[in-house]
């Protein structure tokens, strides 16, 4: 069965420091990948995806993150953190391409806390 | 283009009353799936459908169905609502094959 680990339940982060939330993902075939961020009490917004190919995708908001296969990884970073990106994040592995909602599993999610 | 529209946004049933949620997907989607968000279980996927049709079922009893129209809005029912069963219910649309797009959630508290 699919699963998801995010080691961090709570990071805690200054204005304007970087970033990395840890995903790690355990799956029987080639993974599709996300990050997702929701901010109190809204949906989920989606920040990036990885299917194939280029191992470190772009996302919105200045958001990246880096696929490694030997490590079952896929961990979120930013270089430089704003007081708007405090939310949960939520890394996910689909069994679909192309981001479709069929059966995402979802890890427990990060809350990060911004510093002023 | 509107998003995905969950309606209605909050609600207050009784332990043994049943609920129905609405999901109006984005214009041209065709998959909609459910999810469950607790504190304590996280987001669990409940069902996907496409084309009116149930594709995928998470792990959930049977208290827990839904539906889709011929329009993709879909309905998703619980019966017989149990304390547990209150939670944050999203709501997800992908065109099958493109970005999965969420809406704001439907709040269910159960007393």
């Known amino acids: 069965a699919q699963s998801v680990t995010q080691p961090d339940i709570h990071i805690t982060v200054s204005e304007g420091a970087s970033l990395e939330l840890r995903c790690n993902y355990s799956y029987g075939a080639t993974p599709y990948l996300f990050w997702y961020v929701q901010s109190p009490g809204q949906g989920l917004q989606l920040l990036l995806k990885y299917f194939s190919g280029d191992t470190l995708v772009q996302g919105i908001k200045g958001f990246e993150a880096e696929f490694k296969r030997s490590q079952s990884s896929f961990n979120l970073r930013k270089p430089s953190v704003h007081w708007s990106d405090a939310a949960e994040y939520f890394c996910a592995v689909g069994a679909r391409s192309g981001g479709g909602a069929d059966g995402l599993t979802f890890g427990k999610g990060t809350h990060l806390i911004i510093q002023p | 283009k509107a998003g995905v529209t969950q309606t209605p946004r909050y609600l207050i049933k009784t332990r043994g009353q049943q609920v129905t949620l609405s999901c109006s997907p984005i214009?041209?989607?065709?998959?909609v799936s459910w999810y469950q968000q607790t504190p304590g279980q996280g987001l669990q996927f409940l069902f996907e459908y496409f084309s009116e049709t149930q594709r995928n079922k998470g792990n959930f009893p049977g208290r827990f169905s839904g539906r889709q129209f011929s329009n993709s809005r879909s309905e998703m029912n619980v019966s017989t609502l149990e304390l547990g069963d209150s939670a944050l219910y999203l709501c997800?649309?992908?065109?099958?094959?493109?970005?999965?797009?969420f809406g704001q959630g439907t709040r269910l508290t159960v007393v």
């Open positions: 997800a649309s992908s065109p099958d094959g493109g970005q999965a797009f």
């Open positions: 214009s041209g989607h065709r998959s």
